[in-house]
């Protein structure tokens, strides 16, 4: 066997396959005896054919494959030992019609190739920018902490985020009670959740011993879990709900915001960390900090591709012809003349898969289990932020991102999240940073120009997470 390169431009070339009968011979005959082995042939019991009648019968079937497969792997395994950058997959040429009566023969595989970049970044200089923390910041943290770390307690006036305890009736049209109608005796109701503003106001003002109308349905939107829930009631009862309601407020339950102190500081930051109020801002302002870095990382990721993509990206030559045939070829369904379209629309993208990878070759930038494992949690603790659970027990979010980790699809974008991360990671310890402290409303700005140009969406976090 023999495997040359023909390169017929820079970026394109055949993988040519030179077969003779000895490279195929062994493995013809040896399916051919497999094929009498297994299957059931008229005439015959089964491992008792000879060779020459499974020649007859499965000769040309049996040689066509195999010379197929055979000269398929000599071009991958020339691929993998020349360390060939391609782009796709080789192509198998138009060689004709296989004359199966011949001993020797030659396959030719379209290859498309990467173009080379020299990539240099340690000369690179790009923008850091860090969000200021304002005082402004650290008060509206501090009421967040204090308010988590509070107790609930009984009040005689309504405050904002309270709890409207109280006995609930049902109203007929004209205002009175309805006798055989809806009655909750121990109802608590929550304003500051409710959907609609205007059924919220009509807590504002109010004492215990008020009386307030106001209409179950209006401040869910007619969620049926949720009217259920507030007037107790089964959910095929729901459509009897509709109308207004009376609550007679027996009791508030408000939030006590926690007072500074070492109590305060010990269950927030940890035991000896903070020790008194002016150690306890700067602590408030480290953690505003950090939960606002990474929205510092995703603007430095953004404007680390744009600058790859001017630098390397912008003059890069491809393997157009080749690219389009690789489309057609592994697309069926797409039309021909729907290429040409598809394949400007995925350029960008082509490039940029170029461009990381050298990046990623030239600095060593390689994903462990641990790298994925790692993003998984980070993932996983987003999630449960967004849906109020991020306190829940380290246990229980090793459980959520295992979850995630066994599922073939979620894994995969956790590797290739993993690798985003390590990537850029890479970038910023190598390139030369124009480090900048600016204002959220500037970094805002600046968000906003990029995503107004296009690309990736780049946030901009206006407060911390908790």
Same mark, same amino acid.
Request: with cysteine; charged share 30%; aromatic share 8%.
């Given at each position: 066997?023999?495997?040359?390169?023909?390169?017929?431009?820079?970026?394109?070339?055949?993988?040519?396959?030179?077969?003779?009968?000895?490279?195929?011979?062994?493995?013809?005959?040896?399916?051919?005896?497999?094929?009498?082995?297994?299957?059931?042939?008229?005439?015959?019991?089964?491992?008792?054919?000879?060779?020459?009648?499974?020649?007859?019968?499965?000769?040309?079937?049996?040689?066509?494959?195999?010379?197929?497969d055979v000269a398929a792997d000599a071009a991958l395994k020339y691929v993998e030992e020349n360390k060939l950058d391609l782009l796709g997959q080789p192509l198998p040429a138009d060689n004709g019609e296989i004359d199966l009566a011949a001993k020797d023969y030659t396959f030719r595989y379209e290859v498309g190739f990467a173009p080379e970049l020299n990539i240099?970044?340690?000369?690179?200089?790009?923008?850091?920018?860090?969000?200021?923390?304002?005082?402004?910041?650290? /008060?509206?943290?501090?009421?967040?902490?204090?308010?988590?770390?509070?107790?609930?307690?009984?009040?005689?006036?309504?405050?904002?985020?309270?709890?409207?305890?109280?006995?609930?009736?049902?109203?007929?049209?004209?205002?009175?009670?309805?006798?055989?109608?809806?009655?909750?005796?121990?109802?608590?109701?929550?304003?500051?959740?409710?959907?609609?503003?205007?059924?919220?106001?009509?807590?504002?003002?109010?004492?215990?011993?008020?009386?307030?109308?106001?209409?179950?349905?209006?401040?869910?939107?007619?969620?049926?879990?949720?009217?259920?829930?507030?007037?107790?009631?089964?959910?095929?009862?729901?459509?009897?709900?509709?109308?207004?309601?009376?609550?007679?407020?027996?009791?508030?339950i408000v939030n006590k915001p926690a007072e500074l102190g070492e109590e305060f500081y010990n269950k927030v930051f940890g035991a000896d960390r903070v020790h008194n109020e002016e150690e306890y801002r700067q602590a408030v302002k480290?953690?505003?900090?950090? *939960?606002?870095?990474?929205?510092?990382?995703?603007?430095?990721?953004?404007?680390?591709?744009?600058?790859?993509?001017?630098?390397?990206?912008?003059?890069?030559?491809?393997?157009?012809?080749?690219?389009?045939?690789?489309?057609?070829?592994?697309?069926?369904?797409?039309?021909?003349?729907?290429?040409?379209?598809?394949?400007?629309?995925?350029?960008?993208?082509?490039?940029?898969?170029?461009?990381?990878?050298?990046?990623?070759?030239?600095?060593?930038?390689?994903?462990?289990?641990?790298?994925?494992?790692? *993003?998984?949690?980070?993932?996983?603790?987003?999630?449960?932020?967004?849906?109020?659970?991020?306190?829940?027990?380290?246990?229980?979010?090793?459980?959520?991102?295992?979850?995630?980790?066994?599922?073939?699809?979620?894994?995969?974008?956790?590797?290739?999240?993993?690798?985003?991360?390590?990537?850029?990671?890479?970038?910023?310890?190598?390139?030369?940073? /124009?480090?900048?402290?600016?204002?959220?409303?500037?970094?805002?700005?600046?968000?906003?120009?990029?995503?107004?140009?296009?690309?990736?969406?780049?946030?901009?976090?206006?407060?911390?997470?908790?």
């Amino acid at each position: 066997m023999e495997v040359t390169l023909e390169k017929t431009a820079e970026l394109e070339g055949f993988i040519v396959v030179k077969i003779d009968e000895a490279d195929y011979a062994d493995r013809v005959k040896k399916e051919l005896k497999e094929i009498g082995n297994t299957r059931q042939i008229p005439g015959f019991r089964k491992g008792h054919v000879d060779l020459a009648q499974l020649r007859k019968r499965f000769g040309n079937e049996v040689k066509a494959h195999v010379l197929n497969d055979v000269a398929a792997d000599a071009a991958l395994k020339y691929v993998e030992e020349n360390k060939l950058d391609l782009l796709g997959q080789p192509l198998p040429a138009d060689n004709g019609e296989i004359d199966l009566a011949a001993k020797d023969y030659t396959f030719r595989y379209e290859v498309g190739f990467a173009p080379e970049l020299n990539i240099e970044l340690s000369e690179a200089t790009l923008p850091f920018y860090n969000i200021e923390v304002t005082d402004q910041m650290i /008060d509206e943290q501090d009421k967040s902490l204090r308010q988590q770390a509070g107790e609930q307690v009984p009040a005689q006036e309504y405050a904002e985020r309270a709890l409207v305890k109280g006995s609930i009736m049902q109203l007929n049209e004209d205002g009175t009670v309805k006798e055989d109608g809806i009655q909750v005796t121990d109802g608590i109701l929550a304003p500051f959740l409710f959907k609609s503003a205007d059924e919220a106001k009509k807590f504002e003002g109010t004492k215990v011993g008020d009386k307030v109308v106001f209409n179950p349905f209006a401040t869910c939107d007619g969620n049926e879990a949720e009217l259920a829930s507030m007037l107790h009631i089964d959910r095929e009862k729901v459509e009897e709900a509709r109308g207004d309601f009376e609550i007679n407020i027996a009791e508030f339950i408000v939030n006590k915001p926690a007072e500074l102190g070492e109590e305060f500081y010990n269950k927030v930051f940890g035991a000896d960390r903070v020790h008194n109020e002016e150690e306890y801002r700067q602590a408030v302002k480290d953690m505003i900090a950090q *939960a606002l870095q990474p929205n510092s990382n995703q603007l430095f990721t953004r404007q680390a591709e744009d600058y790859l993509m001017e630098t390397y990206g912008a003059g890069m030559a491809l393997p157009l012809e080749f690219l389009k045939k690789f489309m057609a070829r592994t697309n069926s369904e797409l039309k021909e003349e729907d290429v040409p379209g598809l394949l400007e629309r995925s350029i960008p993208g082509i490039k940029w898969e170029i461009i990381e990878n050298k990046v990623a070759e030239k600095l060593g930038v390689k994903v462990t289990e641990d790298d994925v494992k790692a *993003a998984a949690r980070t993932y996983g603790m987003q999630q449960l932020q967004q849906y109020g659970m991020a306190h829940m027990a380290d246990q229980m979010l090793d459980y959520f991102t295992e979850n995630m980790l066994k599922d073939e699809n979620q894994r995969r974008q956790l590797v290739r999240l993993a690798f985003n991360g390590n990537l850029f990671h890479a970038i910023h310890n190598v390139v030369k940073l /124009d480090e900048k402290t600016i204002s959220l409303e500037e970094f805002r700005a600046i968000v906003d120009t990029l995503n107004n140009a296009g690309g990736a969406e780049v946030a901009a976090e206006e407060t911390p997470a908790e």
